[in-house]
Each structure stands twice: as C-alpha cells, then as structure tokens.
C-alpha cells in the first residue's frame, strides 16, 4: 500500500532523527581528541559540546586529552585511528595555519587533516598592564618610540600570531621592540603584569578575564570587526594597520580520508550540538565568538589562505619554533 506524501515525508524525517540518535559508526564511545592540556579553552569547549553530542546522538562521547608538540601529538593520534568517523579532534585553526609552518610535523595539514566544522571564532588584543602609561594606541606608539630597541613584546608562543603580529607592529611603527617568547598566555601575562615586558597581543580568552577585572588595558583588536565584547576597542584596520587582521576558528577536525557519507553525518551532528543554548552560552562565556559553519570545502580553502599569508611571515621574519 501507498503511503501519502505526507506520511512518507514525516516517516523519512523520523528516520533521519533516528540515524542522529542512534550513533551510525558503530556501538563503541565517539573519541573527541583534544591537543591541549585539560582546563584550557579548546578543553572547556570540548568538553560542553561533547556532552551535548552524547545527548544528540545517545552514545558517550569521551574527551581525551592529548598535549604536546604543538598539537601534533593529538591530530596523529586521530590519524591513526580509523577514518570512521569516532575519533576527531577539537582544535584551533592554530594547529593547520601556524604551528605547522615552524614545527615539522609527521603528516600534511592541510592534504591529511580537514576542517569538520567550525563552531566559533578568536581574535588577538594588543594589551599593557593597566598602569603602563599610554591611555591610547596612539599614546603608546608614542611612548613605544620614547624607548627605541629597548620595549618589549611578549607572545603566547613562538611561531603563533601573537608573535607575527607583535613583528609586524615593531616593523610598521619603527619600534625595534625585542621579542620573548612564552610557553602559553599565563606566564606572558605575569610577566606584562610585572612590568617585564611592554605589550602584548594576546588571546581574548584569556585576556578578558584580566581587561573586565581592570588588570589590562586593551588598545586595539585583531578582526575583520569590533569584538562585541570590546565594542569600544578599534580594530587594527580602524587604526591603519590592516595588516595587522589576525582571526581564527575553533572547531573539529578530521582525517581527509573521512567518506563523504560519514562528514556529511558529522556535519549533522554538530550543527545540532552547537545550536544548543548552554552551547552557544559557554562559548561566550569563554570570550569565544560563536559562529557556525558545516562548509568543509569553505573552511579548508580559508586554512590554506591562511596558511599562506603566514607563511609569508615566518619567511619574512625568519621566525623560528625555538
């Protein structure tokens, strides 16, 4: 017997909520890899949308953390596990556009990895500690330039756009500021709170936290546009460094073996956990700006433009991991 249209399109509808609910890739835990210590951002996130997706799809989903080597410690663990669609990796576009280009690492970023999906988006803040004595950007040029070889930068780490950015300031504003590098934003931040160094373009995770508690002084930021958690704060654009646009995502990552049937069910899957409202709360909460995409071939063209503009950099620089 015929069924209506109607009954044959709700009945297709339930199947396809099915296929979500009831994990397609077998009976065994989703594996979401993270290649950063546990209590940092990239784990935190993971951790959220992990749990939304074991709701989703009614298997459990288990973060394992897996630091060290800039994050390739992690993605090769994905790599050799199966392309089936269990095992992934929740990152920072970071591990695809930058850590590689001065790391040697045992695979291609962008021939052996692929962008999933991305969930929300990151900028760097050029910061002082809140007593240092430029009010402005413009002021602290100016006082920058009282001090000529001798002003300092910091950076999270060697190799990231928090060094490529602090450069290219030096550069432009004829600064000659020395750079130290660090082993991640919390001991960068001590020291431009000590006074050791000058400034700093830092992550707006952990940044926010220190600018909100009146500790850091913001002067500009990295987008394409205003940070809408710094609405009075201009973009590097603004202030006629339009090179100075550095932005990132944050989202999931995979194996470029990944069958187009089992993406396309990924695709399904985040899109469902990221829509969450506690999702799309604790990625604001973090100072993360949420924004969702499932365009596979999108993001990964937009991480090879990336790669490339900072390759260019690491070149021109001639920046070195250590």
Same mark, same amino acid.
């Given at each position: 017997?015929?069924?209506?249209?109607?009954?044959?399109? %709700?009945?297709?509808?339930?199947?396809?909520?099915?296929?979500?609910? $009831?994990?397609?890739?077998?009976?065994?835990?989703?594996?979401?890899?993270?290649?950063?210590?546990?209590?940092?951002?990239?784990?935190?996130?993971?951790?959220?949308?992990?749990q939304?997706?074991?709701?989703?799809? &009614?298997r459990?989903?288990?973060?394992?953390?897996?630091?060290?080597?800039?994050?390739?410690?992690?993605?090769?663990?994905?790599?050799q596990?199966?392309?089936?669609?269990?095992t992934?990796?929740?990152?920072?576009?970071? %591990?695809?556009?930058?850590?590689?280009?001065?790391?040697?690492?045992?695979y291609?970023?962008?021939?052996?990895?692929?962008?999933?999906?991305?969930?929300?988006?990151?900028? %760097?803040?050029? $910061?002082?500690?809140?007593?240092?004595?430029?009010?402005?950007?413009?002021?602290?040029?100016?006082?920058?330039?009282?001090r000529?070889?001798?002003?300092?930068?910091?950076?999270?780490?060697?190799?990231?756009? #928090?060094?490529?950015?602090?450069?290219i300031?030096?550069?432009?504003g /004829?600064?000659?500021?020395?750079?130290? /590098?660090?082993?991640?934003?919390?001991?960068?931040?001590? @020291?431009?709170? /000590? /006074?050791?160094?000058?400034?700093?373009?830092?992550?707006?995770?952990? #940044?926010?936290?220190?600018?909100?508690? &009146?500790?850091?002084?913001?002067?500009?930021?990295?987008?394409?546009?205003?940070?809408?958690?710094?609405?009075?704060?201009?973009?590097?654009?603004?202030l006629?460094?339009?090179?100075?646009?550095?932005?990132?995502?944050?989202?999931?990552? &995979?194996?470029?073996?990944?069958?187009?049937d089992?993406?396309?069910?990924?695709?399904?899957?985040?899109?469902?956990?990221?829509?969450?409202?506690?999702?799309q709360?604790?990625?604001? @909460?973090?100072?993360?700006?949420?924004?969702?995409?499932?365009?596979?071939?999108?993001?990964?063209?937009?991480?090879?433009?990336?790669?490339?503009?900072?390759?260019?950099?690491?070149?021109?620089?001639?920046?070195?991991?250590?």
């Amino acid at each position: 017997m015929k069924l209506p249209r109607l009954a044959r399109a %709700v009945m297709a509808l339930i199947g396809w909520s099915l296929a979500l609910n $009831v994990w397609a890739f077998g009976e065994r835990p989703m594996r979401l890899i993270v290649p950063a210590p546990p209590g940092g951002t990239m784990d935190i996130v993971a951790r959220v949308l992990g749990q939304q997706m074991s709701i989703d799809i &009614g298997r459990p989903v288990i973060v394992e953390n897996r630091p060290g080597a800039g994050g390739s410690i992690g993605l090769q663990a994905m790599l050799q596990s199966a392309p089936d669609g269990n095992t992934i990796v929740m990152a920072a576009s970071t %591990v695809m556009a930058e850590t590689p280009l001065v790391m040697k690492t045992p695979y291609d970023p962008l021939k052996d990895l692929v962008p999933i999906a991305t969930v929300a988006r990151s900028g %760097v803040v050029l $910061v002082s500690a809140a007593n240092y004595p430029a009010k402005d950007f413009t002021s602290l040029i100016a006082q920058l330039k009282t001090r000529i070889g001798k002003s300092s930068f910091a950076s999270y780490s060697p190799g990231t756009v #928090s060094q490529y950015a602090g450069l290219i300031l030096s550069e432009r504003g /004829g600064l000659q500021m020395q750079h130290v /590098g660090y082993a991640g934003s919390p001991p960068a931040l001590q @020291d431009l709170l /000590g /006074g050791q160094v000058d400034v700093m373009f830092d992550g707006m995770v952990t #940044s926010m936290p220190l600018i909100k508690g &009146g500790k850091l002084r913001p002067y500009a930021f990295s987008g394409k546009t205003r940070s809408k958690y710094l609405p009075d704060v201009p973009t590097m654009t603004e202030l006629g460094y339009p090179e100075l646009q550095f932005q990132g995502w944050v989202g999931f990552i &995979g194996s470029s073996k990944l069958p187009a049937d089992v993406l396309a069910k990924l695709h399904a899957i985040i899109e469902k956990a990221a829509q969450a409202p506690t999702v799309q709360q604790k990625l604001s @909460d973090v100072g993360l700006e949420p924004e969702l995409s499932v365009d596979t071939p999108a993001l990964l063209n937009e991480t090879r433009k990336l790669s490339e503009r900072n390759a260019a950099i690491v070149k021109k620089f001639d920046i070195q991991a250590n």
